[in-house]
T-cell receptor
Framework: AQTVTQSQPEMSVQEAETVTLSCTYD???????LFWYKQPPSRQMILVIR??????QNATENRFSVNFQKAAKSFSLKISDSQLGDAAMYFCAYRSELWTGTASKLTFGTGTRLQVTL | KAGVTQTPRYLIKTRGQQVTLSCSPI?????VSWYQQTPGQGLQFLFE???????NKGNFPGRFSGRQFSNSRSEMNVSTLELGDSALYLC????????????FGPGTRLLVL
């Protein structure tokens, strides 16, 4: 079974600065998808960014980018020019490329709470 | 395009009762997944439905059940509620193909007294 580990329960960043959230995962599969979701106080889970394992190029979405290291099974999220609205719980998630059996579910890490200060 | 909707948003029940939660996916999405979120256990997968068939089930007791209708709307039911069922229940939809991104609804917050 796949596992996702987020070792930073809380992080803090000053507005306009850059912060990196860590995520490692364990899998025996070669094809899979990785995601970062953001959950603000409203509790709505919002997709931040997605990475396909077969792509060597790191995904970027505006101020959000990832550092995907497949061999190390590491998937960190970098937030540049942090804004007050970035304050939220961030979850790293894994999904198998397969869609049979239990493979199509998302497996989540425990989350990292990001605080943004003035 | 409208997002995933969940009703009701908040619910208070007492032990022993049953509850039904509803989820309407994004138009065109045929897969609906349900997750339970609690402070102690985090986010846990409940089940997934695709084209009215349960394709996937997590490790939850039989008190937790679900179904999907022909219009892809899904319901989940919890019978004989226990205090430990208090949680945020999140529904997510996707097109249902391999690796498709799941988009989440706002959740239903259930409190069992």
């Amino acid at each position: 079974a796949q596992t996702v580990t987020q070792s930073q329960p809380e992080m803090s960043v000053q507005e306009a600065e850059t912060v990196t959230l860590s995520c490692t995962y364990d899998t025996s599969e070669s094809d899979y998808y990785l995601f970062w979701y953001k959950q603000p106080p409203s509790r709505q889970m919002i997709l931040v960014i997605r990475q396909e394992a077969y792509k060597q190029q790191n995904a970027t979405e505006n101020r959000f980018s990832v550092n995907f290291q497949k061999a190390a099974k590491s998937f960190s999220l970098k937030i540049s020019d942090s804004q007050l609205g970035d304050a939220a719980m961030y979850f790293c998630a894994y999904r198998s490329e397969l869609w049979t059996g239990t493979a199509s579910k998302l497996t989540f890490g425990t989350g990292t709470r990001l605080q943004v200060t003035l | 395009k409208a997002g995933v909707t969940q009703t009701p948003r908040y619910l208070i029940k007492t032990r022993g009762q049953q509850v039904t939660l509803s989820c309407s996916p994004i138009s065109g999405h045929r897969s609906v997944s349900w997750y339970q979120q609690t402070p102690g256990q985090g986010l846990q997968f409940l089940f997934e439905y695709f084209s009215e068939t349960q394709r996937n089930k997590g490790n939850f007791p039989g008190r937790f059940s679900g179904r999907q209708f022909s219009n892809s709307r899904s319901e989940m039911n919890v019978s004989t509620l226990e205090l430990g069922d208090s949680a945020l229940y999140l529904c997510a939809s996707s097109k249902g193909m391999s690796g498709e991104t799941q988009y989440f609804g706002p959740g239903t917050r259930l409190l069992v007294l």
